[in-house]
């Protein structure tokens, strides 16, 4: 099974940017989707992106036009592009494909605080 690890998350000032990533310890080239999630403090892991093999991309209403996200299959490492970020983007993210499954493994994510 492919493992990922995330990376790149800090604490920000609302209107600041990160670039985070994710470090895929195998293969991602036959993967279709893989995408970025988000879990904020009392709330339910979300999908924040999701991006195919060949580079089509979706996005949750509250990210778009701020978030990019995008993957290189030679160095299997998948990759968020955060701008203007907002108090409301505090989270823990995390990638792995899309859809996880039910027993997907998880990795550690990277927090992400944006905070004046």
């Known amino acids: ?4 690890v995330e990376s790149g998350g800090g604490l920000v000032q ?5 670039r985070l990533s994710c470090a895929a310890s195998g293969s991602i080239f036959s993967i279709l989707y893989m995408g970025w999630y988000r879990q904020a403090p009392g709330k339910q892991r979300e999908l924040v992106a999701r991006i195919t093999s060949g580079g089509s991309t979706n996005y949750a209403d509250s990210v778009k036009g701020r978030f990019t996200i995008s993957r290189d299959n ?3 490492t998948v990759y968020l592009q955060m701008n203007s970020l907002q108090p409301e983007d ?3 993210y995390y990638c792995n494909r ?10 550690q994510g990277t927090q992400v605080t944006v905070s004046s």
């Open 98 to 107: 899309f859809p996880p499954g039910r027993e997907a493994y998880w990795g």
């Open 1 to 4: 099974q492919v493992q990922f």
């Open 14 to 18: 609302p209107g600041g940017s990160l």
């Open 90 to 92: 505090t989270a823990v």
């Open 74 to 76: 030679a160095k299997n």
